[in-house]
T-cell receptor
Framework: AQTVTQSQPEMSVQEAETVTLSCTYDTSENNYYLFWYKQPPSRQMILVIRQEAYKQQNATENRFSVNFQKAAKSFSLKISDSQLGDTAMYFCAFIGSGSARQLTFGSGTQLTVLP | GAGVSQSPSNKVTEKGKDVELRCDPISGHTALYWYRQSLGQGLEFLIYFQGNSAPDKSGLPSDRFSAERTGGSVSTLTIQRTQQEDSAVYLC????????????FGPGTRLTVT
């Protein structure tokens, strides 16, 4: 079974600064996908970024980028130029490429961007 | 619509009553998922539908929970004889097309059992 661990329940960052959220996972699969989802107070889960395990290049989406270390089973999210609208709960999630297609989520990190 | 929709947005029910939660996935998406988000348990998988295949019910917490998907589109999650521990946000997601590993979520239904 896969597990996803987010060890930072809460974090804060000043507006315009950079912040990194940590995530580690455990799996015996060789091919899988990793995601970061954002959940603002509106409750809507929004996909922020995805990473395929077979790709060595780290994914980037505008101000969001990941540091994917496959051997260490680490998948951190970096948010650059933080904005007030980035305030949300962030979830790291894993999905294997096998028949079990459900997401396994970490416990989440509450990020607050301070003005 | 363009995204996943869920109804109702909020539901308050008395202990022991049955409830039905509805999910309308993104048009053309073949896979549909139900998850539960509660304070004590985080985000938990409940059930997964893929096309016409038998659903993966491995996450359903008890036989009071059931779900169906009619015509490969709309899904209904039914909770019978609700208990206070069923209080949670129920999230629906769908995926499909070329990027089939990406799941897109609806806004959820907040269920409160009194």
């Amino acid at each position: 079974a896969q597990t996803v661990t987010q060890s930072q329940p809460e974090m804060s960052v000043q507006e315009a600064e950079t912040v990194t959220l940590s995530c580690t996972y455990d799996t015996s699969e060789n091919n899988y996908y990793l995601f970061w989802y954002k959940q603002p107070p509106s409750r809507q889960m929004i996909l922020v970024i995805r990473q395929e395990a077979y790709k060595q290049q780290n994914a980037t989406e505008n101000r969001f980028s990941v540091n994917f270390q496959k051997a260490a089973k680490s998948f951190s999210l970096k948010i650059s130029d933080s904005q007030l609208g980035d305030t949300a709960m962030y979830f790291c999630a894993f999905i294997g490429s096998g028949s079990a297609r459900q997401l396994t989520f970490g416990s989440g990190t509450q990020l607050t961007v301070l003005p | 619509g363009a995204g996943v929709s869920q109804s109702p947005s909020n539901k308050v029910t008395e202990k022991g009553k049955d409830v039905e939660l509805r999910c309308d996935p993104i048009s053309g998406h073949t896979a549909l998922y139900w998850y539960r988000q509660s304070l004590g348990q985080g985000l938990e998988f409940l059930i997964y539908f893929q096309g016409n295949s038998a659903p993966d019910k491995s996450g359903l917490p008890s036989d009071r929970f059931s779900a169906e998907r009619t015509g490969g589109s709309v899904s209904t999650l039914t909770i019978q004889r609700t208990q206070q521990e069923d209080s949670a946000v129920y999230l629906c997601a769908s995926s499909g097309g070329q990027q089939s590993y990406e799941q897109y979520f609806g806004p959820g239904t907040r269920l409160t059992v009194t």
